[in-house]
Nanobody, 120 residues
Framework: QVQLVESGGGLVQAGGSLRLSCAASGRILSINVMGWYRQAPGKQRELVARSPNAGSTNYADSVKGRFTISRDNAKNTVYLQMNALKPEDTAVYYC??????????????WGQGTLVTVSS
């Protein structure tokens, strides 16, 4: 069983910063993509940023230049540094990963979500 555990959410004023962390644990042979999605009240879940093992990272246009995704593969951890936060960034942020377990099959795994609230 593979789990993703997020941390780092909270309440911040507009213009402030937060850093989210997501650690994968369990029987993991390999992790392909790690990324962050978010879901605001009344809206669909959307991609924020993703970091594949090979290739370049992807960002939503709305966060380019403000958010930075990074990975520590030795720790099976992905981070999301969020700067210049805006009220419209308020959402539940979910960690996502494509993980190869001991059966040598990739599965998509989601974290439980962490709430980020940006006050104006």
């Amino acid at each position: 069983q593979v789990q993703l555990v997020e941390s780092g959410g909270g309440l911040v004023q507009a213009g402030g910063s937060l850093r989210l962390s997501c650690a994968a644990s369990g029987r993991i042979l390999s992790i392909n993509v790690m990324g962050w999605y978010r879901q605001a009240p009344g809206k669909q879940r959307e991609l924020v940023a993703r970091s594949p093992n090979a290739g370049s990272t992807n960002y939503a246009d709305s966060v380019k230049g403000r958010f930075t995704i990074s990975r520590d593969n030795a720790k099976n951890t992905v981070y999301l540094q969020m700067n210049a936060l805006k009220p419209e960034d308020t959402a539940v942020y979910y960690c996502n990963a494509e993980v190869m377990g001991t059966d040598y099959r990739y599965r998509e795994v989601w974290g439980q979500g962490t709430l980020v609230t940006v006050s104006s």
